[in-house]
């Protein structure tokens, strides 16, 4: 946790050092009343001050109150400023970092726990910093202030400050160390509570159409009950503090009392240093419950950092290099003996991959369900690393390429259409802020989405969340015309028109095939109609080449292929 502070908080050095430096002043404010009203009472009031004593050190202590009220603003002031800017710096790197990632990165901590490091965890540490100006020094200070003024005044009875003191140090190390594996596991809740209710939100029509919602909120009662009884038992534990803390102390005021009205008859100490003594153990008291909620506060910012550090000190397992794709040659893909699974100890989902795809030609992946299609996509946009083998981009392998420059020459349409909130000009120009209105236009013409475009009153028609106000076909279209504005020399087509109807993917193929025949074009998709004009076709079968070649020689020559046709009813003779 301090490392974080250190690091993302270090632009505010100043603010850091005066804010518990006004708070100290503070706290000395409050050490000095008790002296001043041990003078009232032994001189004003017992003494000969009189009245005008009195009010002189009245007026004394509200000059104390109100330069006291002052400097603890002033320290609230700098506090908060350096916990907002904290949260906002370690935020964004946060942002970048998750951002970096790879797929096997976000796959490995889950983008439910990614949301949690974002949100919860990270006003955890805010939390914890502000507190740690405003009070982590301030609490000590007031206690041993305390102490060494009370064996100033009654050294015969500070064995009872010391004593005292001691028994509260335990009674807090117990319950801050006790409450520690309480706060991680309602941490890990949390997380799996945030995943339950991503999952209702984005697929609530799923879930109704289902008939599931009393399932899926048996789900979430779960894991709230289990939040709520670990939360119950924290409280239990942390609740036993207090009562605790005070039970020492009203019996270190029981002790005073009894013991100073004694040293107070034989005349050693006097009824204002009674008096003081009690405020001096009610100050301690204080400081001691605050130490207990830091405790509780720092052991919750601790667990949370600990996640924070484990994301940010993770680093992309992709290999990327700074070299540039060069424009002036002609694109080609190259797969050579390419293995790759997604974990380590899992089967292989690609399996000895050799493969050269070319610009200007059409190519088509075809497979059933889990033959490894999109993985391939996903390694051609080096979203994964490949485990062996090489992949070649222009003749030089894919790691040489930077992350960003590679994905700029390559448009992909992914399995799920995902469009943002806003118009559907931003979302068209979304790979592409410099797309003109000509090539938008021709876009739209070539996905096919005229129509959409004006059922929403042009370009400038809202979208909602995830596209909800359109069909499934009308998402796919616009992500389509999406890719196409990007203009880049790769379009990839992974399973993009699985909701149009045969004839909008037949027009929207020719449309392609008319307007982009220069382009490096990848159908994927597990309908034949979709691919079968394509310049090559290939067949994967449980992550491995089946066939390659156009529909006529894979009808003739490749299994595979031949049994895919039948179960579609296309004709292989």
């Known amino acids: 946790m301090f490392k974080l502070f250190a690091k993302y908080a270090k632009d505010y050095k100043l603010e850091i050092v005066l804010a518990?430096?006004?708070?100290?002043f503070e706290a000395v404010f409050g050490l000095i009343t008790p002296l001043i009203v041990k003078n009232i009472i032994d001189k004003g009031i017992n003494g000969d001050g009189g009245v005008n004593y009195v009010l002189i050190q009245g007026l004394i202590l509200?000059?104390?109150?109100?330069?006291?009220?002052?400097?603890?603003?002033?320290?609230?002031?700098?506090?908060?400023?350096?916990a907002t800017n904290y949260a906002y710096i370690l935020r964004n790197e946060l942002y970048k970092k998750i951002n970096s990632f790879s797929y096997r990165e976000i796959d490995k901590f889950t983008p439910s726990k990614l949301e949690t490091n974002l949100s919860n965890d990270l006003i955890a540490t805010q939390n914890a910093l502000m507190m740690m100006l405003r009070l982590a020094i301030r609490a000590p200070f007031i206690v041993i202030g305390a102490l060494i003024l009370s064996i100033f005044i009654a050294p015969s009875m500070a064995w009872i400050f010391l004593v005292g003191g001691v028994l509260l140090g335990l009674i807090i190390f117990i319950i801050g160390f006790v409450?520690?594996?309480?706060?991680?596991?309602?941490?890990?809740?949390?997380?799996?509570?945030?995943?339950?209710?991503?999952?209702?939100?984005?697929?609530?029509?799923?879930?109704?159409?289902?008939?599931?919602?009393?399932?899926?909120?048996?789900?979430?009662?779960?894991?709230?009950d289990t939040i709520q009884k670990i939360s119950e038992r924290l409280a239990k534990i942390s609740s036993l503090s207090n009562p605790l803390n005070l039970l020492v102390i009203n019996t270190c005021i029981v002790l005073i009392l009894y013991l100073g009205s004694i040293n107070v008859d034989s005349g050693s100490l006097t009824q204002g240093d009674i008096v003081s003594l009690v405020n001096y153990m009610s100050q301690i008291s204080a400081a001691i419950v605050v130490v207990a909620n830091l405790i509780v506060i720092f052991s919750k910012g601790s667990s949370c950092a600990k996640r924070i550090n484990k994301v940010l000190?993770?680093?992309?397992?992709?290999?990327?290099?700074?070299?540039?794709?060069?424009?002036?040659?002609?694109?080609?893909?190259?797969?050579?003996?390419?293995?790759?699974a997604y974990n380590k100890n899992s089967k292989l989902s690609l399996e000895n991959i050799n493969l050269i795809l070319q610009e200007g030609k059409t190519y088509g992946i075809i497979g059933g369900t889990g033959a490894g299609k999109t993985t391939l996509i996903n390694?051609?946009?080096?979203?994964?690393?490949?485990?062996?083998?090489?992949?070649?981009?222009?003749?030089?392998?894919?790691?040489?390429?930077?992350?960003?420059?590679?994905?700029?020459?390559i448009s992909l349409v992914s399995q799920n259409p995902v469009l943002f909130t806003g118009t559907i000009m931003s979302n068209l120009k979304f790979g592409n802020q410099n797309a003109n209105l000509d090539l938008i236009e021709k876009s739209i013409k070539i996905a096919q989405c005229e129509d959409v475009v004006?059922?929403?009153?042009?370009?400038?028609?809202?979208?909602?969340?995830?596209?909800k106000n359109l069909s499934g076909g009308q998402r796919q279209r616009l992500t389509i015309a999406r890719?196409?504005?990007?203009?880049?020399?790769?379009?990839?087509?992974?399973?993009?028109?699985?909701?149009?109807?045969?004839?909008?993917?037949?027009?929207?193929?020719?449309?392609?095939?008319?307007?982009?025949?220069?382009?490096?074009?990848?159908?994927?998709s597990q309908r034949v109609s979709s691919i079968k004009d394509c310049d090559e076709i290939i067949v994967l079968e449980k992550g491995k080449i089946a066939g390659i070649g156009n529909h006529q020689t894979l009808v003739k020559d490749c299994l595979a292929y031949q049994d895919i046709c039948l179960s579609q009813n296309v004709e292989v003779n």
């Open 483 to 524: 890719a196409l504005c990007k203009d880049a020399r790769v379009v990839i087509l992974d399973d993009a028109s699985s909701a149009l109807d045969f004839k909008t993917d037949f027009n929207l193929r020719k449309a392609i095939k008319d307007n982009l025949s220069d382009r490096l074009i990848i159908y994927v």
């Open 379 to 409: 390694l051609i946009n080096h979203f994964y690393d490949v485990d062996s083998g090489q992949i070649y981009f222009q003749g030089k392998n894919i790691q040489e390429y930077s992350f960003e420059n590679l994905n700029k020459n």
């Open 20 to 24: 518990p430096i006004f708070k100290i």
């Open 313 to 340: 000190s993770s680093s992309s397992s992709l290999v990327v290099g700074n070299k540039e794709v060069e424009l002036d040659k002609k694109i080609s893909i190259e797969f050579k003996n390419v293995n790759f």
């Open 179 to 224: 409450s520690i594996p309480y706060n991680l596991k309602v941490q890990s809740n949390v997380d799996e509570l945030t995943k339950i209710s991503d999952d209702n939100l984005t697929g609530a029509r799923i879930v109704r159409a289902f008939n599931k919602s009393n399932y899926e909120k048996e789900r979430y009662f779960v894991t709230s």
């Open 454 to 467: 004006d059922s929403k009153g042009g370009l400038e028609g809202l979208i909602n969340q995830e596209g």
């Open 62 to 82: 509200l000059i104390l109150a109100i330069v006291g009220f002052l400097m603890t603003m002033v320290c609230q002031y700098f506090s908060i400023k350096v």
